[in-house]
């Protein structure tokens, strides 16, 4: 009797700890990115349609960068490599502040040196400087700034944001080691558990990260 309930007990205490887990709560659905498109490195249009039904990681940076810009770009090829095993349901989307400079094939380059898949990482620019960083302030809600005496210096979001597959904002996370690793653990709720909440639709004003 005692083998009997010991095996018992073995093979169904798993079980009973996996269904009465708690499981961390949603995240929040901080604000809703409007529909865009806009081209690719590849010379297509890609926008909010193609990414329809997929979690991305959206983050802004231009090519002539002196600083950030390559760190950020190398923490993301570590990023790429740990989402790999998510197929397609994770995508990685660089957005250029710098469209005047950063055209198709500048952005093809930048995609190579950093080992882009680009069936999981595309790099982003457009005809409209105004309109995109009108989409950044007001879509993303990052800051972005360009210097007319330094057309070099553009202030811009140091930030990752996190997007579910509807279109809601769920996290802003730093390069920082425990940022990226809680962005990790957050893209996997989303995408092992997908939120029933409804993007927002707000007028409300958000502080610029």
């Known amino acids: 009797y005692f083998w009997i309930l010991f095996l018992t007990f073995v093979f169904m205490y798993p ?6 887990r708690i499981l961390p709560p949603d995240l929040p659905v901080i604000a809703t990115v409007p529909e865009f498109e806009l ?16 979690v991305y990681l959206a983050n802004f940076v231009f090519s002539r960068c002196p600083s950030v810009c ?15 095993g998510t197929g397609t349901k994770v995508a990685i989307v660089t957005f250029t502040v710098d469209p005047e400079f950063d ?6 380059n930048l995609a190579r040196k950093h080992h882009a898949n680009p069936f999981t990482w595309t790099f982003l620019t457009g005809s409209d400087k105004e309109a995109m960083f009108k989409l ?6 990052v800051g972005v700034e ?4 330094n057309l070099m210096d553009i202030a811009h979001s140091e930030k990752i944001v996190l997007v579910d597959a509807k279109g809601g904002i769920r996290g802003y996370y730093s390069f920082e080691t425990n940022d990226i690793n ?9 995408i092992n558990r997908p939120s029933t909440k409804e993007p927002i639709v707000t007028g ?3 502080p610029e990260i």
């Open 182 to 190: 809680k962005l990790m653990i957050d893209v996997g709720l989303l």
């Open 15 to 20: 079980i009973w700890r996996s269904m009465n």
């Open 70 to 84: 390559p760190k950020m770009l190398g923490e993301l090829e570590k990023v790429r490599k740990r989402i790999r």
């Open 204 to 206: 409300k004003q958000y």
């Open 146 to 149: 360009s210097n007319p005496k």
């Open 103 to 108: 055209n198709e094939k500048v952005l093809f």
């Open 39 to 54: 081209i690719s490195e590849n010379r297509q249009r890609f926008g909010s349609k193609d990414l329809k039904g997929r």
């Open 136 to 141: 950044y302030r007001d879509g993303f809600k």
